[in-house]
């Protein structure tokens, strides 16, 4: 009755490729969504060059640089702190998605400012100013809204993300196996032991009769690299490839903005 | 019990990128956003975008190959990029064909 | 080293629709992963939307049976042309046969447990069932259904009271099930095909989905962002296509017809794939041209892409655009020539096996081909001046979306009805429904073909006296069609329950879903089977009953 029966995990558990292909065409997805809006852009700037000139001068080239920077930095702390995650250093890990976390909020808060001074200013979809404008500004304005809105929703749930891995990081890496109520009720009356590999009794765990309902065996990993929880690692990789697809539209949206003039 | 039939070997990811390539893509990145900025200062007219863009482009491709692990996976993933750019760049076409001549 | 030991798990030997996982009762249905009962939830939602469509064109139909108002206002009829298309559109077309033959069948055709992302996969149905149910709210609130036309052309979709706002939501979100179900796709076909299966080994089903996968993935989004901006538009008054605030509304067709020409690849590759296995089952005889129509798959794909323009030939394009779209367009029509010259070469010389799937299969290759052929006539300039907005172009679309997309998911339902129940219906009555039905949709369709060839509009709530015969001649016929449609499926209803029960290879196939039980356990395949040949060989083959 003690056959070994192997307790695997789906076998693409493991298969980091396929987690990563699947990562690969959400992204190529956003890279068509944001796509869309390029071609937009680019119509109408063909159409509008000179008043897009105009219009873009009323954005801060400061301040859109200080964000790239901010955002290709923060690009370069969350690939160290994937490859820190590799290399069992834990604490560079967390350290530097902290830092990339922390990053992303000064993007969204500088964000902030620049949209309340352009709304204080009356030029919003709508507003004032915005509709007293050429053609070719109001369109210039419209599509940075919306551009740039919707760019900002994605460093939020960018950071949303990050901050999930962050504390599935922050977990002492480990095991955990749960012996299901279907599973226990095939070993019912059996006893759980520890063998050897040559079949011998090591240890007794107990005698699995009617009152047990649940058995969760937990294993603690020592912070070495075979130990890294796998699952972590394709998931963090997987939250940084998203991070760097913001940090690729942004890289796009601003010269084509706030460099314009 | 893998059911894996993919040709490709694979890849361990055991190639440990060592932090200092990162470090040399993002000052490489620092270096190009100071030159998209400085050149948006000179008046280069019809060829301001190209340049812009040109850059832009670098900027990414970088991004993609080291910071995203491009070089490093299986080619799969690099055809797919490109056709994914060179989808949308049709789609841009096609459209400039419209506006352009009408 | 110590291991742990249990005794053996019991095997599960039980069919999917009887087997106990973690939940019970209807939660095992609502919150499985298992791509069996996801196809049989996509089945049931999908066709409850298929026939509220259908009852929305019989009242169309029926309003055009008598000149003046019949049964309701032209506000409300713009309202059923407009839901007509978008459930059809939206929510049986384009997710149909992937999502309901696709989800169940992929899987077992390459040889694996499930597919890459289960939990996704059930994420795909949430995601329709939320586009539905943000669709139905638009319905009954506010200023009611939408009025614009399926195809939400600016500038009256940003203008218009009606919930248009609210629709876009759901198309949006409906999108998202079709993405999701694409990616999921690809992902399995890559990196879950049994040892053994190249990717010349796959059934040519396989190879529809996957080819109809990556435009899923790669065209919806632009869809997405345009319906966003129609949103944006209107919600918060951002001028993107207003002409009014500088935009420019012929830029939306081009966005929205960018995605919207390759939609109707998704539509029908799915539906070629599924043509692709029945041919070679009821000849006895191995596809002809294998390779040929797996890379016709991906060239209709790749150039249905590059046509999209030949929705707007009449909008202001330039007429050097129009003219590359017209030409790449008769392009397009090749690659499915090369298909349908090699189902009827598999079939010459085959061991024919008259059965009802070969007959639905055999449909929709003759009402695919007028399809088709009127699709090139409209590909024409001159003629297409004339054509546009007439009964000729809803009548070629049904033609190939109904006749061709519609046929072949009946064509699949007939196929794999005994795989994913273990029983048979009754073949008589559905040869029977094949030929009412068929009747029935040339009465309507090709009755509209003449129509619009001598004029009449489309989305016009009136007609005037010299199409007056034609459109009760068409409302007749929507009446056979909606019979056979009827006498179908209540054929295919009641056999689930009390059909004669069959076992695993009822007709003869080859492929590996006709290896395992009917219907199959929860975990498909006992052993992952190794593959040595390809998937079409009858010289090896036995049919087992």
């Not at chain 3, 009802?356 to 695919?368: D, E, K, N």
């Amino acid at each position: 009755m003690n056959k070994p029966v192997s307790l695997t995990a789906e076998a693409h558990h493991s298969d980091e490729t396929g987690a990563k292909l699947g990562m690969w065409l959400f992204l190529f997805t956003e890279l068509l969504l944001f796509g869309g809006m390029f071609l937009l852009y680019s119509i109408y700037r063909s159409e509008h060059a000179h008043e897009f000139f105009l219009a873009a001068t009323e954005l801060d080239t400061f301040i859109g640089t200080v964000n790239t920077l901010a955002l290709l930095t923060s690009s370069l702390t969350v690939a160290i702190s994937i490859e820190a995650l590799r290399r069992g250093s834990r604490k560079i890990t967390i350290a530097m998605l902290i830092i990339t976390i922390i990053l992303g909020i000064v993007f969204m808060i500088n964000k902030y400012f620049e949209w309340s001074a352009k709304i204080h200013h009356g030029i919003y979809p709508g507003g004032a100013k915005l509709l007293s404008m050429s053609d070719g500004e109001m369109l210039f304005f419209n599509l940075y809204y919306v551009m740039t809105g919707l760019h900002g929703i994605h460093v939020l749930v960018g950071l949303g993300v990050l901050s999930f891995m962050l504390y599935f990081v922050s977990k002492r890496p480990g095991k955990k196996i749960n012996l299901d109520y279907e599973t226990l009720s095939q070993i019912r009356g059996a006893n759980l032991e520890v063998v050897d590999e040559k079949g011998q009794k090591i240890d007794d765990i107990g005698l699995i009769d009617n009152d047990v309902e649940d058995v969760d065996i937990k294993f603690k990993y020592a912070q070495v690299p075979s130990k890294m929880d796998k699952s972590n690692i394709i998931k963090l990789e997987n939250s940084g490839l998203y991070w760097h697809l913001v940090d690729i539209i942004w890289i796009f949206l601003f010269p084509l903005f706030y460099l314009v003039s | 019990m893998n059911q894996n039939a993919s040709s490709s070997v694979e890849n361990q990811e055991n190639h440990s990128i060592g932090y200092g390539v990162y470090i040399l893509v993002w000052l490489s990145l620092v270096v190009f956003t100071g030159l998209t900025v400085a050149v948006a200062g000179v008046d280069l007219k019809a060829l301001a975008v190209t340049v812009a863009l040109s850059i832009a482009a670098t900027k990414s491709i970088l991004v993609l190959m080291y910071f995203m692990h491009l070089k490093y996976e299986p080619p799969l993933f690099r055809t797919l990029v490109v056709v994914v750019v060179v989808a949308l760049a049709t789609f841009i076409i096609l459209t400039f064909l419209d506006i352009l001549f009408r | 080293m110590a291991s742990h030991s249990f005794a053996e798990p019991a095997h599960h030997e039980e069919s999917y629709l009887d087997y106990k996982g973690k939940y019970g009762g209807i939660r095992s249905w609502l919150l499985t992963t298992d791509h069996k009962r996801i196809a049989i939830l996509y089945m049931i939602s999908i066709l409850t939307a298929f026939l509220v469509a259908v009852s929305i064109g019989f009242l169309m139909r029926l309003e055009q049976l008598t000149m003046g108002e019949t049964i309701v206002s032209p506000k409300t009829y713009n309202t059923f042309f407009t839901l007509h298309g978008i459930i059809m559109v939206f929510m049986f077309i384009i997710p149909g046969i992937p999502a309901i033959f696709g989800n169940f069948l992929l899987p077992l055709q390459i040889g694996a447990k499930d597919v890459y992302f289960p939990r996704i996969n059930l994420l795909s149905w949430y995601c329709w069932v939320g586009g539905a149910i943000f669709l139905i709210i638009a319905l009954f609130s506010g200023q009611g259904a939408p009025d614009t036309g399926w195809t939400f052309y600016a500038p009256y979709s940003t203008r218009t009271g009606t919930n248009v706002t609210l629709t876009l939501l759901a198309a949006f979100i409906l999108g998202f099930s079709s993405i999701l179900t694409g990616l999921n796709f690809i992902t399995t076909i890559h990196r879950m095909r049994a040892p053994g299966m190249g990717w010349f080994r796959m059934p040519l089903f396989v190879w529809g989905l996957y080819a109809t996968a990556w435009i899923q993935v790669l065209a919806t989004p632009i869809v997405g962002i345009t319906l966003l901006m129609v949103l944006a538009e209107r919600v918060f008054g951002v001028g993107i296509f207003d002409p009014t605030l500088g935009g420019d509304p012929i830029l939306f067709q081009h966005m929205f017809w960018i995605y919207s020409h390759p939609a109707v690849y998704i539509m029908i590759l799915p539906g070629m794939g599924v043509i692709s296995d029945i041919i070679p089952t009821f000849s006895r005889r191995t596809i002809f041209g294998y390779k040929a129509i797996a890379y016709s798959s991906m060239a209709i794909a790749i150039a249905g892409s590059l046509v999209w323009g030949h929705h707007m030939f009449v909008s202001g394009q330039s007429y050097l655009t129009s003219v590359a779209f017209s030409a790449i367009t008769f392009l397009v029509a090749i690659p499915s020539a090369i298909k349908v010259f090699n189902w009827t070469a598999t079939m010459y010389k085959g061991s024919i096996d008259p059965q009802p799937p070969l007959f639905y299969a055999l449909t929709f290759i003759f009402l695919f081909m007028i399809g088709g052929f009127s699709g090139i006539m409209n590909g024409v300039l001159s003629v297409n001046v004339h054509l546009h907005d007439t009964y000729f172009v809803v009548s070629h679309f049904h033609y190939v979306m109904f006749g061709g997309t519609g046929f072949a998911l009946f064509a699949a339902m007939h196929y794999w009805f005994p795989k994913m129940f273990g029983r048979m219906y009754n073949k008589k009555l559905a040869n029977i429904a094949l030929a009412i039905e068929f009747v029935g949709f040339n009465l309507l369709y090709f009755t509209m073909m003449i129509m619009g060839y001598e004029g009449m509009p489309r989305r016009y709530y009136d007609h005037l006296p010299q199409f007056h015969t034609d459109h009760v001649i068409a409302t007749v016929g929507s009446w056979v069609l909606i019979s056979g449609l009827l006498l179908m499926l209540a054929n295919l209803f009641w056999s689930i329950f009390k059909g004669q029960k069959v076992g695993s290879n009822p007709w003869g196939g080859t492929t590996l879903e006709w290896q395992v039980p009917s219907p199959p356990p929860h975990e498909n395949f006992e052993e992952i089977p190794y593959v040595d040949g390809g998937p079409y060989d009858f010289k090896n083959a036995e049919t087992t009953a």
